[in-house]
């Protein structure tokens, strides 16, 4: 590894660690030349999922993204942020297992939204209302009157 302040390659890791939010190792390395201290990130790269966005557009898929919509419909919900990178781990999983190049930012939606309704009522109708872009009250009223009756049943 090159030291990205003095371009050795005379460096050594000092620290390593298993960083299970991204299934990554994390290494604090120190350069021999320079003595500056750094931190590089491994990770296993896997099959290169393309998303497959409503308006035809291909984009390669970004477990951020995903995060930041599951971050965004639990705001302010009693769920922590590590159930929340579960959640994002979980789909990425589930995409890389199906061994498909392709996916539908519509499935992806559907698979979010499949672990926010086992997870949080609000956050699944907050998710819905985004992803199925309501734009009545009575969009969010039949929603909530669905959430109510398949729960007492």
Do not use: H
């Not at 009693?78 to 979980?90: C, D, G, Y």
């Not at 699944?124 to 009545?136: E, L, Q």
Request: proline content about 3%.
């Amino acid at each position: 590894m090159r030291c990205p302040y003095c371009g050795s390659n005379r460096t050594r890791v000092i620290d390593s660690r298993f960083v299970a939010s991204d299934n990554s190792i994390r290494r604090r390395r120190v350069c021999d030349a320079c003595k500056r201290r750094f931190t590089t990130y491994e990770r296993v790269y896997t099959i290169e999922i393309t998303v497959i966005k409503k308006n035809g557009n291909r984009e390669p898929f970004d477990r951020n993204k995903v995060l930041n919509g599951i971050l965004k419909a639990c705001e302010k919900r009693p769920i922590s942020r590590e159930r929340m990178e579960e959640i994002a781990e979980k789909i990425e999983r589930k995409l890389i297992s199906q061994n498909k190049k392709e996916v539908t930012s519509r499935k992806i939606g559907e698979m979010v939204m499949n672990e926010l309704y086992k997870l949080d009522p609000v956050a699944y109708i907050r998710f819905a209302s985004v992803y199925n872009n309501f734009d009545s009250p009575d969009q969010f009223r039949k929603i909530a009157m669905m959430l109510k009756s398949k729960r007492n049943a």
